[in-house]
């Protein structure tokens, strides 16, 4: 093999090496996210900001406008899926 071979095989390793690294950060950052996103809506204690200090007609008519299903659910799934739906989960 010759040299020119030899150090494009050494680079595209190592590459493809770091590569997987940033994606493997990347990958856990998204779960930790995830995870901190959904560990907010775990009680009305910790969501308390948006399900318990938010007056509840706002909170209805919003969610009656963007389609989320409002009936027999609690204010905590509402406010859940109103916060998925509008981007919120990309602001965390």
Do not use: H, N, W
Request: glycine content about 6%; hydrophobic content about 35%.
């Amino acid at each position: 093999m010759d040299k020119s071979k030899r150090e494009f095989c050494k680079k595209y390793f190592l590459q493809q090496v770091v590569d997987i690294a940033v994606g493997f950060q990347a990958g856990v950052r998204a779960a930790k996210e995830k995870e901190d996103f959904e560990s907010f809506f775990d009680s009305y204690e910790s969501s308390y900001s948006l399900t318990l200090a938010y007056p509840d007609e706002i909170l209805l008519d919003t969610a009656r406008k963007l389609g989320v299903e409002t009936e027999g659910r609690e204010k905590i799934e509402i406010v859940k899926e109103l916060l998925k739906k509008k981007g919120g989960y990309d602001y965390r």
